[in-house]
């Protein structure tokens, strides 16, 4: 049996890409610190012998017994609640990380494929943007966090491929959403849901003018699969072209949410991008990959899944940071 390893197992993206490789098949090893992930994405899972969990920071040395044959490398805060509040992690597992990661790829001659962001074009002057764009990022700036240690991420991973002949992937994921996202993240999908639910106004930053382009996460775990599988070590951009103004979201969600809920406007992020939309080209070209969900239909997925909470989940523990968050 091929057997995976899969690094921020208990977030969103890990817990589906865990079920992704479970049911091709795979023995899969999850690994997470539970800083920003829930263990209850994977409750599921318990009991089932292709799957175990090894609760483990992957910023200290890691160990695996036995063989490996892939390594999917997907820790690490992701939402900006997240990387201002642990501004020094989220450094961390990006470059410290990742270095334990590559070594243990090298270690066991497996593949490794680490999870990049649409945030290394920074706030575009290219648009769409295509991979061949390198990127307007503030580096000093409260975003440059995450965005370096990911740029940073994509520049050691390629000098393991280039020195040491070792097999490696970039995906660059663009906005993606769906079912397991955390309510309270401070990501707009969930914030504009949980606040709907709740019944509190819609926040939208800045004008509302800035756009984003969002891409289903079976549609984003496909191509993460596709890429995985095939023989290209650069960079690829996986997410939905269709791109949207946050105004124009806000309303949308509004109108599924059938909530009638006011819109308010607070001050805009530092450095939050105004634009952003993938240019798919090269995933069409070298996986025969495009996203299939449309909006309307993964928004009622998502819409359910938080609609489906308790009561005290919706308004639990987290929710001060979110608060605090859209106060601004
Ligand atoms: P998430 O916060 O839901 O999941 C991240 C997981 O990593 C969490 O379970 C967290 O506990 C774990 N983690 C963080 N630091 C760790 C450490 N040092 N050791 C072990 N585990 C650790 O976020 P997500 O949306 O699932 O994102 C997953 C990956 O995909 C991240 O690398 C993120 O940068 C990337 N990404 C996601 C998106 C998106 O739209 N969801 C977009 C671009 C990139
Ligand atoms: N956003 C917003 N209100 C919120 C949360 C986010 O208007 O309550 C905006 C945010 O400023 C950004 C866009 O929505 O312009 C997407 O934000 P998110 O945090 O989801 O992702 P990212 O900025 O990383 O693309």
């Known amino acids: ?12 993206l890990g817990s589906h890409l865990c079920d992704r490789f ?18 209850k994405n994977l409750s599921h899972l318990e009991g089932n012998p292709n799957f175990e969990f090894i609760e483990h920071d992957v910023t200290e040395f890691i160990s695996i017994e036995g063989g490996l044959d892939y390594i999917l490398h997907f820790a690490s805060p992701a939402s900006p609640i997240d990387y201002l509040k642990i501004p020094i992690q989220t450094l961390k597992v990006g470059s410290l990380g990742t270095h334990n990661l590559l070594g243990l790829a090298k270690a066991k001659k497996a593949r490794i494929l680490i999870a990049s962001t649409s945030e290394v074009y920074g706030d575009p002057l290219v648009h769409p943007q295509t991979e061949d764009y390198y990127g307007n990022v503030n580096t000093i ?34 906005n993606t959403y769906g079912p ?20 509190e ?26 890429l995985l599988l095939s023989d290209y070590s650069y960079p690829v951009n996986i997410g939905n072209p269709y791109e949207i103004t946050i105004k124009d979201f806000a309303e949308e969600i509004i109108k599924l949410t059938g ?27 070298i996986l025969g990959w495009e ?16 609609k489906s909470m308790s009561k005290e989940d919706l308004h639990k523990r987290d929710h001060k940071d979110f608060k605090d968050h859209i106060k601004r």
Do not use: W
């Open 259 to 285: 909530t009638n809920q006011k819109i308010i406007y607070k001050k805009l992020p530092q450095d939050d991008p105004l634009q952003r939309q993938p240019n798919i080209s090269l995933a069409k070209k």
């Open 291 to 306: 996203p299939k969900i449309e909006r309307d239909e993964g928004m009622l997925k998502t819409y359910n899944y938080f």
């Open 201 to 226: 106004d819609l926040t939208i930053f800045g004008d509302g003018s800035q756009t984003r382009s969002f891409c289903y996460v079976d549609d984003q775990v496909e191509g993460i699969y596709r």
């Open 22 to 39: 479970i049911k091709e098949g795979y023995h899969v090893i999850g690994m997470d610190n539970f800083i920003t992930g829930d263990k």
């Open 1 to 12: 049996m091929r057997r995976v390893l899969i690094t921020g197992a208990a977030g969103f």
């Open 141 to 174: 700036g409260p975003r440059g966090v995450y965005d370096e240690a990911k740029r940073f991420q994509e520049s050691i991973t390629m000098a393991y491929h280039r020195f040491h002949g070792l097999e490696t992937r970039i995906v660059r994921i663009f």
């Open 180 to 199: 397991k996202m955390r309510l309270n993240d401070g990501r707009v999908i969930p914030a504009f849901m949980g606040q709907a639910l709740r019944g």
